[in-house]
């Protein structure tokens, strides 16, 4: 994890790959992690809602509560693949980054 980097940083560093990622996962993964249905809206609309807004925002609050709620706390499936594994994993780093930063 990289610690010292601020939220900006990360969300600078990540929204494009996750942008790129989650729909593909979502594609091969979906029918057997039905959940991952509801990432995927979840982080889209929290990616409109920062691309818009402050980073302080409360949505932003709402959205990494949500995220939390359906990933289990990013808790990764065995049976995924490596982009899968990266998607949670660049979620909860933004997610950590992001409280840390209030």
């Known amino acids: 994890m990289k610690n010292t980097a601020s939220f900006a940083q990360l969300k600078k560093e990540y929204l494009n790959v996750l942008k790129q990622y989650i729909p593909i996962v979502d594609r091969v993964h979906g029918s057997n992690h039905p959940e991952f249905h509801e990432v995927r809206r979840i ?60």
């Open 43 to 102: 982080f889209e609309n929290m990616n409109k809602q920062m691309e818009q807004a402050d980073v302080k925002s409360t949505e932003l609050q709402e959205f990494f509560s949500q995220l939390r709620r359906s990933t289990q706390d990013y808790r990764i499936p065995e049976d995924v693949c490596e982009s899968y594994e990266a998607v949670y994993r660049m979620l909860s780093e933004l997610d950590e980054t992001y409280h840390r930063s209030e």
